[in-house]
């Protein structure tokens, strides 16, 4: 058998083996909800056939589902990219809020440009400040030897009681009776739903996913990045600039989850407020885990995440399915397929323990 034959026969064992390993985890994922779901004294089936009725039954529930893919994925899709560069970003939070702060403030101040001029303003300037948000831990990182883990967590808390106190003084909506958000931004600063079903956001969601894998895997910087991520010695041998990768790869991460806080305010929410994302960031974490870092994988996983998020929110409603008793169906399910692909958190732990990751001041030989 040739080399490449056997590495393709081993690729297709371990692609079999995480299918198997996935399918487990849901069906007992479906099984202790289910569970959940009989002491809460309701039918398990019907609660199930009513979750998958909302999440994709109607227009309108496929509509709710993307919309709530949207954001959790693109910031995943940041979040995946870091992994790959040997980085835990848990800033996503953070930079989702630092990227619709910037998205609004543009469309307040240019609320009179058309359509196509101030949405794409929008989107830029929000990639923009989750990225320098980003930046931030990536400097602290690469010249402090600080843990990203610490200094992007901290940084979510800095960018909401920043946006807080924005949203309750300086930029609150002067005839919002005293509520915490801003004013609406106009019809021309907003996304359109395609065919009354899909949202334009989508095709912003394909765009990023795209052009994070021809990064990664057709590109310089994408042989740079995973390198580090690999070995920081080894790329530090091979002439790479470890810091600049470092900084570079949070940079990135951070403007995807700016611009998924932009996508959201356009496309959905239309204003910004306190408590502007449920959790989206740390959402993201899970959903990054869950499709292995790989861009592939980190769309579907976020595609379903937001199916099940949309469906659980709807049951609730249609088949009165308590909100704790739905926070379990959904924690369970994400819980599962985490542990199932638990081998893939923990080949990213031992990298971050590896000689180098502290302190990166590598220079090109």
């Known amino acids: 058998m040739s080399a490449g034959r056997l590495a393709g026969f081993v690729r297709s064992g371990a692609a079999a083996s995480v299918a198997v390993r996935t399918a487990a985890a849901l069906a ?3 099984a202790v909800g289910g569970l959940a779901l009989m002491i809460a004294g309701l039918d398990p089936v019907d609660a199930y056939r009513a979750v998958l009725d909302e999440a994709v039954g109607s227009s309108f529930g496929i509509r709710s589902s993307l919309l709530q893919a949207l954001p959790i994925t693109i910031t995943a899709l940041g979040v995946a990219l870091a992994f790959r560069a040997g980085l835990f970003n848990l800033g996503g939070e953070g930079q989702i809020y630092a990227g619709a702060l910037a998205a609004v403030l543009v469309a307040l101040q240019a609320r009179g440009l058309p359509f196509p001029v ?3 303003l929008m989107l830029v300037f929000g990639a923009v400040a989750g990225g ?15 843990s990203e883990i610490i200094t992007t ?3 979510n808390f800095v960018a909401f009681w920043m946006v807080s106190y924005l949203v309750r003084g300086p ?16 019809d021309g600063a907003r996304l359109p739903v395609i065919g009354d079903t899909v949202p334009a956001g989508v095709l912003v969601l394909a765009a990023v996913a795209i052009g ?10 994408g042989v740079r990045l995973k390198d580090v991520g690999e070995g920081p010695s080894a790329a530090a041998f091979a002439g790479w600039r470890i810091d600049r990768q470092v900084i570079l790869a949070l940079v990135i991460a951070g403007a995807l989850g700016g611009l998924a806080g932009a996508v959201e305010l356009s496309g959905n929410q239309h ?3 306190d408590f502007f994302t449920p959790g989206w960031g740390f959402d993201a974490l899970a959903v990054a ?3 292995r870092g790989t861009i592939a994988g980190s769309v579907a996983a976020g595609v379903f995440f937001g199916g099940l998020r949309s469906g659980i929110d709807g049951a609730q409603t249609s088949v009165a399915v308590p909100e704790s008793v739905g926070q379990i169906v959904q924690g369970t399910a994400v819980l599962f397929l985490i542990v199932a692909n638990a081998d893939v958190a923990v080949r990213w732990a031992r990298r971050i323990r590896q000689p180098g990751h502290g302190r990166h001041h590598a220079r090109t030989a």
């Open 212 to 221: 994070a894998w021809a990064l990664l895997e057709r590109s310089v910087v």
């Open 171 to 186: 930029i609150q909506d002067p005839g919002g009776a005293g509520y915490p958000y801003t004013e609406k931004v106009v």
């Open 132 to 146: 320098l948000w980003g930046g931030i831990a990536g400097v602290l990182r690469a010249r402090l030897g600080l």
């Open 118 to 120: 101030l949405v794409p």
């Open 271 to 273: 204003r910004v407020s």
């Open 28 to 30: 007992a994922a479906v």
């Open 153 to 155: 967590i901290l940084l």
């Open 289 to 291: 885990l869950i499709g």
